[in-house]
C-alpha cells in the first residue's frame, strides 16, 4: 500500500465551517496519496460537499488548514484551487448552458491570440482531442451545452476538470444523473486516471458506486467525521453503519464524531 | 495524460441541411429583417411612397442612432440577468453637463467656438456617464442591492440631478463643431468620405470572411461551402454599398446647399446644385459602437464571462471568473455608452434639456428585447439589438408620417413589443 512513505497530496486538517450558527463540517481531517480514490460518503446533508467546495475554493472554511504535497496552502478562490492542480465536477456540473463545449471547458482559462482576442480555433481543436478521448461520438462542438444529453454534457464538464493536468480531481455524485453504460464509462475514467498518479476524491451517497473503486472510505454523518478505512478492512454493512447510526468499526480509524 | 487518443480528423462537412445551414445564417435575424421589410413596405404604400425615400430613411437612421447605441448596452445588461431602468436619466444628465461645459466652463478658458471644445465635450460626457455606470455597478456587483431598485433610484437620482445642474434652465446653443455629433448639415460627412468609408467596409467583410475560412481550414474544421461564403459577402457587401447610395441621394435642402457651396467659392448655377448629405456622423458613430461591442461581446474574453454569468451566475464563479467586477465593468459601459448617446441627443436638439432622454430607458429596453435579448439571462446579441431599435424607430417614424396620433403611436409600440416576445417564445420553443 502507498500509505506509508508518501507525502499526501492533499491534506485538509481540522476543518470547521458554519453557516448561520448550524456547523456544517465540524472538525474534519481528510488525506489523499498519489494514485489513491477516497471515497466520501456520508447521507445527504452530512456535509460531504460542503466539505470539498472548501477545497476547491468555492467556501472559506471558519478554521482549519489545507496542505498540498506538504506545503500550507491558501485555498480562498476557485482560482487558488486551480493553481495547486485541484479540479472539481460538481454534481450540477456547473457548466453555462448557453456557450458551447469549447467555451465551457476553457471558461475562465481561455487560450488568447497574441492581440488579446479569444482564440476560439485553437480551443474547438484543443477540445475536439480530449473529447476524443472521453466520448468519442461526441459532435456538437459548436452548440450551447444546454442542448447536449445528460452524458455529453457530463463528459464536457469531466473533459474541463482533466484537460488543465489536475493533479487532484473531485467527482461530487460523478454518476447521479447517468445510465448504466455511462456510469461504467465514468469508472473506467477513474481507474485510468488513477493509473496516471492523480488523486481522486470520489463524493455519493451510493456505496455501491463508492467501494468497486475507492481505496479508502471517509464516512462523515452530521458535519463530522465517523472515521476512516481501507476499503478491503470493512464490510458494506460496517460502512452503512458508518453512514446511518455514526459507528465505527474496530477495523476502522474512529474520527470525533463516532459515536 | 497518455490515453489512446482517438484520430481527431473532422466530421466530413455535412452534405445534407437546408440553404440556410449550409449559409450558417441566423434564423432569428432573418424573420427580424423580413418583419423590417414588411413595415418599411407597409408604411411606404400607406404614405403614398413616401417612407423608402432617401429623405426619410436618412432621418430615421438619424434618429435611430441615439437608442441604438444605448441598446448595445443593454444586451450585455440584461444578458447577465439585470436591468438598467436609468439610461434616459443618465443620458439627461450627462447632456446638461456637458452642455453648461461648452456654454459655461469651458468658453472661460478656451474662448468660444474654440476647436478643442468639442472633443472636451465628448471626453466629458464618456467620462460623467461612464462613473455614473461604474458606481451603479458597485452597488448593484459588490453592495448587492437588485439592480432593478438601484437603477430605478438612478431613474429619480439623475433626472434631478439633471434638473439641478441649471434649475431646470435649457442651455443652448451648442458649440458649432459639436453639432456635428447630431447629423445635419454640420454633421453630414458628404459623398466621397461616405463612398470612401463604404469601400472600407466591402473591403474588411472580404478580409475578416477570408480570414476566418483560412483560419478554420488550418485546424482542419468543417468550413462553409465556398460559395456560401461568396454570397455572404455578396449580400453584406451589396448591403453596405445600397446604404451609401441611399445616403448620398438625399441632397442638402436649397438654401444649406446655397451657403455651403458660398463658403466654398463655388458660383451657384441655376438650376441649384445637388450637393448629397452622406452618411450622417451619428449614424456612423452608431455602427462603429456596434461593431465594437459585438467584437467586445463575441471575440474578448471579457464578452465571454458576460455571457457565462448570464447562462449559470454559479458556474462562472466557480470556474474562477471575477463575476463582480465583471458585473461591475458592463454597467460602467452602459453609462459610457449613455454618454455617447447624451452627446448626439444634445448635438440634435442644439440644446441641453433637462428633459432630455425622458422615457429613453423604454425605449432602449424594449429595442434589445424585441431584437432578441432574453430577460431570463444569457442570450442575446448587438446587432439583433440595434435591428430592434431600428424597427421601434421605423414603427413611430412611420406612424408620424401617416399622422397618427400620439397616444395612439404608444399604444401600438406597446403592442408591437408584447407581440415581439410572444412571437420570439413560439419560436424558441419549437427549435429547442
Known amino acids: 500500500m502507498h500509505n506509508n512513505g508518501t507525502t499526501p497530496l492533499v491534506e485538509m486538517r481540522n476543518i470547521s465551517i458554519a453557516f448561520g450558527g448550524i456547523k456544517a463540517v465540524d472538525d474534519v481531517s481528510i488525506d489523499l496519496r498519489p494514485g489513491e480514490v477516497v471515497g466520501l460518503l456520508g447521507h445527504n446533508g452530512a456535509g460531504k460537499s460542503t466539505l470539498i467546495k472548501i477545497l476547491s475554493g468555492a467556501y472559506k472554511p471558519d478554521a482549519g488548514e489545507i496542505y498540498v504535497n506538504g506545503q500550507h496552502a491558501d485555498i480562498s478562490t476557485p482560482r487558488d484551487a486551480k493553481k495547486f492542480g485541484i479540479e472539481t465536477i460538481y454534481q450540477t456540473l456547473a457548466l453555462a448552458d448557453n ?75 460523478p454518476t447521479a444523473a447517468l445510465g448504466p453504460a455511462e456510469t461504467q464509462q465514468v469508472a473506467d475514467l477513474v481507474l485510468q486516471l488513477k493509473k496516471e498518479g492523480i488523486g ?59 459515536s | 495524460m497518455n490515453a489512446p487518443v482517438a484520430t481527431t480528423a473532422p466530421p466530413p462537412s455535412s452534405t445534407s441541411g437546408s440553404l440556410l445551414s449550409k449559409l450558417e445564417i441566423d434564423v432569428r435575424m432573418l ?41 448595445t448596452g443593454m444586451v450585455l445588461v440584461i444578458v447577465t440577468r439585470n436591468i438598467d431602468l436609468s439610461v434616459g436619466a443618465i443620458l439627461g444628465v450627462t447632456g446638461m453637463i456637458i452642455g453648461v461645459a461648452q456654454v459655461q466652463w469651458l468658453p472661460a478658458y478656451l474662448g468660444l467656438e474654440h476647436w478643442l471644445t468639442a472633443p472636451l465635450a465628448v471626453l466629458l460626457a464618456i467620462a460623467v456617464g461612464g462613473a455614473i455606470g461604474l458606481f451603479q455597478g458597485w452597488l448593484i456587483a459588490y453592495l448587492g442591492i437588485p439592480s432593478f431598485i438601484v437603477t430605478l433610484g438612478g431613474l429619480l437620482v439623475w433626472r434631478g440631478a439633471a434638473w439641478w445642474v441649471t434649475t431646470g434652465q435649457t442651455v443652448a446653443p451648442m458649440d458649432t463643431r459639436f453639432k456635428a455629433f447630431g447629423g445635419g448639415v454640420e454633421g453630414a460627412l458628404g459623398a466621397t468620405a461616405t463612398w470612401v468609408i463604404a469601400a472600407i467596409a466591402c473591403g474588411l467583410i472580404i478580409i475578416g470572411l477570408g480570414l476566418s475560412r483560412r ?44 451657403a ?22 451619428p449614424v456612423l458613430i452608431a455602427v462603429i459602437v456596434g461593431l465594437v461591442m459585438t467584437f467586445i461581446a463575441t471575440r474578448r474574453r471579457f464578452g465571454r464571462y458576460v455571457f457565462a454569468i448570464g447562462g449559470n451566475p454559479e458556474a462562472a464563479e466557480l470556474s474562477g471568473i471575477n ?10 459601459l452602459m453609462g459610457l455608452l449613455c454618454g455617447i448617446s447624451a452627446c448626439i441627443s444634445t448635438a440634435r436638439l442644439n440644446a441641453a434639456t433637462n428633459a432630455a432622454g425622458t422615457l429613453d430607458e423604454l425605449y432602449v429596453i424594449a429595442s434589445a428585447v424585441i431584437g432578441g435579448t432574453s430577460l431570463a439571462g444569457g442570450i442575446g446579441t448587438i446587432a439583433g439589438a440595434m435591428l430592434g431599435a431600428l424597427v421601434m424607430q421605423s414603427l413611430q417614424s412611420g406612424m408620424v408620417l401617416l399622422g397618427v396620433d400620439t397616444p395612439l403611436q404608444n399604444i401600438v409600440v406597446g403592442a408591437v413589443l408584447v407581440l415581439a416576445v410572444w412571437v420570439d417564445g413560439l419560436y424558441r420553443r419549437r427549435i429547442k
Open chain 1, 99 to 173: 456557450i458551447d463545449a469549447a467555451g465551457n471547458i476553457f471558461l475562465g482559462r481561455e487560450v488568447l491570440t497574441p492581440y488579446g482576442t479569444l482564440d476560439d480555433a485553437t480551443m474547438e481543436s484543443e477540445t475536439r482531442k480530449v473529447m476524443a478521448r472521453l466520448n468519442p461520438h461526441f459532435r456538437r462542438f459548436k452548440e450551447p451545452v444546454k442542448a447536449l444529453s445528460g452524458g455529453q454534457r457530463q463528459s464536457v464538464a469531466i473533459a474541463r476538470a482533466i484537460y488543465f493536468n489536475a493533479r487532484v480531481l473531485i467527482m461530487d455524485e
Open chain 1, 200 to 258: 481522486i476524491f470520489l463524493i455519493s451517497h451510493d456505496i455501491h458506486d463508492v467501494f468497486g473503486l475507492a481505496d479508502r472510505v471517509s464516512v462523515m454523518k452530521n458535519g463530522k467525521l465517523v472515521g476512516s478505512a481501507k476499503v478491503q478492512d470493512v464490510t458494506q454493512d460496517e460502512v452503512l453503519g458508518m453512514i446511518i447510526l455514526g459507528k465505527c468499526p474496530p477495523s476502522a480509524t474512529p474520527g470525533p464524531g463516532a
Open chain 2, 31 to 71: 424573420g427580424m429583417l423580413a418583419a423590417l421589410a414588411v413595415i418599411w413596405l407597409g408604411f411606404d404604400l400607406l404614405s403614398g411612397g413616401v417612407f423608402l425615400t432617401p429623405r426619410n430613411l436618412w432621418n430615421l437612421s438619424v434618429q435611430t442612432a441615439s437608442v441604438a447605441i444605448m441598446a
Open chain 2, 215 to 258: 483560419r478554420r481550414l488550418r485546424f482542419g474544421f468543417p468550413v462553409r461551402p465556398g460559395w456560401a461564403d461568396a454570397v455572404i459577402a455578396f449580400v453584406a457587401c451589396g448591403a453596405v454599398l445600397a446604404a451609401a447610395t441611399i445616403a448620398n441621394s438625399y441632397p442638402m435642402p436649397m438654401g444649406t446647399a446655397r
Open chain 2, 260 to 281: 455651403w457651396a458660398e463658403a466654398r467659392g463655388i458660383t451657384w448655377p441655376e438650376g441649384g446644385l445637388f450637393i448629397p448629405q452622406g452618411v450622417a456622423l
Open chain 2, 323 to 332: 463575476t463582480r467586477w465583471t458585473l461591475m465593468k458592463v454597467f460602467g
